[in-house]
């Protein structure tokens, strides 16, 4: 199989871990349970199914890589909530379009969505649609993952199409033969006959198939659900950047139960999308074709400059939005209308234009649009383009006619988002979206863009205030390589020197190093090509000990990018820039790691096993996930013990030996750290060990194997703990004069790269926040109080509220995984101040957190603070905050 390369996104990690963590609890304290334990949030059952399945969706907005998610989903779900190597996955997508794209790409050994599975199951995958599934094999259903895929209305029994699913299927006769009563009772029987029906829907029926349901939005109807029940699945996903939220009374179509939620910001942070969106409107409609054929002319000249730079190749693409032919109205701007315009009035080359309205579909005439031999710069539709039509060469929208419909932007205004290959260009106007409408009211129309960018791209209603930005007159004349910006001057001071600035610049790295010189006579730095914000953001760490240069570089960056004061936030801000934790090796700093006190690979081979013998019993009574409910006689819930038997019962699997056992726990157990034969010396002794210790057969541990792997795997994880702490440990008592805090190890708080689940949405007004919203705070608690507290307190200049496992995110390592505190504070004296708040319940837990804390601010000489306050109790930081700085404070 050909190797596919394809780095997930943190927030696609995090939402795989929600999801991970969901099914491991739903095994023990069932769906509903779960979800709240999980969420805080009250759970709906889906409607008609078995109450006690799984219903979740995971929520990501446009341009977030939604199928990549569930193509990981599945191999997730097979191993924590399954137990089973071989699931069947019913996979619903909303049309015929992105059928074919879904399936061909599953189908594909280089795409990144078959690797996916690929990770989890190797080659074996079967993946099929819903004809081909009607003529499915014994050995493709239970020989690895089965897929399949199709849209809900070939499953509706009301579809003439949708009743070949239900009939009785020569090809399909295998799949019932010696089956148990226990099976046969749960499946359709032929009308007068004890025999099932051989159909896909039983067959479905007997694998208890988990669901994913893209773009689940559309599929919300009692009638869809109905049609969900007849296959008894095992758990439902659904995908959706638009999940129904809101409750309904009736019970037929409840709100989604948002698992995870992923925010705007983050995208933005992790590249993904193109933002803020660039609007300009005007009353000529005439005018506002003009303006966009203008910016999509200057874009292509940016983008080619790039492709020079970089190698990558981006034809910026104009959607224009028209109107629909009317009887009544034959002034209407309709696409022939707008394309006779573009040809006869612009000159535009027909080739360039494709049409996609009711009686013109060019898009489906075009294998790539992204192949460099394709002229399309332009594609004119009315509201749908082609269904699943997927190009991040889409760079401009532009709305010949009024915006009266928040619908009529949702539908293309997603397609403008997606940035190409989600990865920032070195040129900020690429970096961006562009609007050009036609409105008489600016204010209006924005508002119709940013409800466009909650209802249909699925943002949350508090950043879309943020990503619609007002700009007139766009200009890139200043794009070409050798166009030089000037900053202002350098304040002459003692520490701002040639040496001293030429040092500077040569701490940048090599492809920003070339763009920029400094001028000695007027003490001018100059850059070649406008600065992006991680140019400017390495400037700022180069620079650091140049006084005043903070405010130049800021300065130069929105010069260079002809950024307006409708985009900037309020006021003058330093850079917020926080050093992390380094230890000399060698002379060299590095950021501290667990490279510094942990050798790998860890020989496991050589651990005691004597502990997971001890714990590990086979229950004969109960089996894993049975749930006993109430104390008022009510019967337990078995929901996950018999969903285990019916897939194990769907399987002949062939006789167990010792080493296809172990070779089985090892493949379900992760183990980077730990090489594959060592893992597996490890499980083979443990195995015998506890078979001679407690009598168990072969067999009887491998009827319990999903438990046997289960405490495996707990057992390892504990031993790695402990492992880890004690190397950590020497290594703080042997080598705590070798860790150093240092501008060059730094990360610098920035509004492009702060990224956060959830937006803070309390009623109080915080000032003092570096960027405009808040992620992960609640409204109210012990956290928000420690917010409040720095907010108002008068030796802090800004705040933020840094959150856990974000890229850009500040942490200091830990034995056993990195350690994000809460907040960070820039000093009015330019210090900077770490808080860790704990509850007074977990202070005590919380003491290797105080130790690295601790540890980073004495390495700091005084530059950096760290405070540990509890129990609603900030003395010991405000004296802190108040402390004597020790001298003018140089770059940390």
């Known amino acids: 199989m050909a190797a596919v390369n394809f780095e997930l996104r943190s927030y696609q990690n995090e939402s795989l871990s929600s999801l991970k963590r969901y099914l491991r609890k739903v095994s023990l304290m069932g769906a509903k349970t779960a979800f709240y334990d999980a969420t805080s949030v009250p ?44 699931p069947m996955v019913l996979w619903l997508v909303p049309s015929t379009a992105i059928l074919a794209q879904t399936l061909a790409a599953l189908r594909d050994l280089d795409h990144p969505y078959r690797g996916a599975l690929a990770k989890d199951f190797g080659r074996n995958v079967s993946v099929m649609s819903v004809s081909e599934a009607l003529s499915l094999s014994r050995p493709d259903a239970t020989g690895g993952a089965c897929i399949i895929v199709g849209t809900l209305q070939a499953f509706r029994v009301d579809d003439t199409a949708g009743r070949k699913v239900y009939a009785d299927a020569g090809a399909l006769m295998d799949h019932f033969s010696g089956l148990k009563p226990s099976q046969l009772e749960r499946l359709e029987k032929v009308e007068g006959a004890d025999r099932p ?41 659904e995908l959706t950047a638009t999940p129904r939220t809101d409750p309904d009374p009736t019970g037929e179509n409840p709100s989604s139960n948002v698992l995870f939620h992923v925010s705007a910001a983050e995208l933005k942070a992790e590249e993904m999308i193109k933002l803020p969106i660039r609007l300009q409107t005007d009353t000529d409609w005439r005018k506002v074709v003009g303006q966009a054929l203008d910016c999509q002319a200057a874009l292509e000249d940016a983008a080619k400059a790039e492709e020079g730079d970089t190698g990558d190749y981006i034809r910026p693409i104009v959607l224009f939005q028209a109107q629909s032919k009317s009887k009544t109205d034959p002034d209407r701007l309709t696409p022939e209308r707008v394309v006779q315009f573009l040809t006869d009035d612009k000159r535009v080359p027909r080739e360039q234009i494709a049409i996609h309205a009711t009686g013109f579909a060019e898009l489906d ?187 130049v570089i800021d300065r130069l960056f929105i010069k260079s990018n002809r950024i307006q004061a409708t985009e900037l936030p309020e006021g003058e801000k330093p850079p917020f820039i926080v050093p992390r934790l380094g230890v000399r090796r060698q002379g060299a700093l590095e950021l501290f790691s667990p490279d510094h006190f942990l050798d790998l690979p860890w020989n496991l081979a050589e651990c005691d096993v004597a502990g997971f013998v001890k714990r590990f019993t086979i229950n004969e009574d109960s089996k894993s996930g049975e749930i006993d409910v109430s104390e008022k006689g009510q019967m337990k ?252 404070p140089a770059a940390p």
């Open 197 to 237: 029906v051989a159909s896909l829907a039983n067959l479905l029926r007997l694998h208890r198939p988990m669901v994913i349901v893209d773009e689940a939005h559309n599929a919300r109807t009692a009638l869809s659900f109905e049609t969900l029940r007849r296959f008894d699945p095992s758990m439902i996903l």
């Open 637 to 888: 819930v078995k929901f996950v013990g018999h969903l285990h038997d019916q897939l194990a019962m769907a399987i002949q699997e062939p006789a167990w030996s010792l080493p296809r056992l172990v070779n089985w726990i090892d493949r379900g157990i992760p183990h980077p750290d730990v090489t594959k034969p060592a893992a597996r010396v490890f499980t083979q002794r443990a195995l015998q060990d506890v078979m001679k210790a407690k009598g168990y057969t072969l067999d009887r541990l491998a009827r319990y194997k999903y438990e046997l792997r289960r405490e495996l795997a707990e057992e390892i994880k504990t031993l790695r703990e402990q492992r880890e702490k004690g190397k950590y440990e020497a290594l703080f008592a042997a080598d705590a004069e070798t860790f150093e805090t240092s501008a060059d190890l730094a990360i610098v708080f920035d509004e492009q790269t702060y990224a956060y689940n959830q937006p803070y949405r309390g009623t109080r007004t915080f000032n003092k926040h570096y960027v405009p919203i808040i992620g992960d705070l609640k409204p109210d608690g012990e956290e928000f109080r420690c917010a409040v507290f720095l907010d108002e307190h008068p030796k802090v200049r800004f705040w933020i509220r840094n959150v856990d496992r974000k890229p850009n995110a500040f942490w200091l390592q830990l034995s056993s995984g990195r350690f994000y505190p809460d907040f960070v504070a820039m000093l009015t004296d330019g210090r900077i101040a770490v808080v860790e708040y704990k509850g007074k319940h977990l202070a005590e837990e919380a003491k290797e957190k105080r130790l690295v804390g601790e540890l980073w601010a004495e390495a700091s000489d005084g530059h950096c603070l760290f405070d540990m306050p509890t129990g609603n109790d900030f003395s010991t930081l405000d004296v802190l905050l108040k402390s004597p700085s020790l001298g003018s």
């Open 365 to 551: 005439q075009i294998d790539d649009i992204a192949d460099p031999s394709c002229p399309v710069r332009y594609v004119v539709t009315v509201q749908k383009l082609r269904e699943g039509w997927d190009c991040p060469f889409a760079y401009v929208l532009c709305s010949v006619a009024e915006l009266n419909s928040k619908v009529a932007v949702e539908q293309i205004l997603g397609r403008v988002l997606r940035m190409p290959k989600a990865r920032r260009k070195t040129r900020d106007v690429l970096n961006r979206a562009y609007a050009f409408v036609t409105s008489r009211d600016f204010g209006e129309t924005a508002k119709m863009l940013r409800d466009g960018l909650v209802e249909g791209a699925g943002f949350d209603r508090l950043e879309a205030a943020q990503l619609v930005k007002a700009h007139q007159g766009l200009g890139f004349e200043e794009e070409r390589a050798d166009y030089e910006h000037r900053s202002e001057a350098l304040p002459a001071s003692p520490g701002g020197s040639y040496d001293e600035v030429t040092a500077a610049i040569e701490k940048l790295p090599p492809s920003l190093k070339t763009r920029v010189r400094f001028d000695t006579s007027s003490r001018e730095i100059a850059v070649t090509r406008a600065l992006s914000r991680d140019d400017r953001n390495l400037m700022h760490l180069a620079f650091a000990k140049v006084p005043g240069a903070e405010k």
């Open 43 to 86: 759970y709906a059952p889906a409607p008609f199914v078995d109450p006690e399945v799984p219903y979740f969706c995971i929520r990501i907005p446009t341009g977030g890589g939604k199928t990549i998610v569930a193509a990981h989903a599945v191999g997730v779900a097979a191993k924590t909530y399954l137990q089973a190597d071989n």
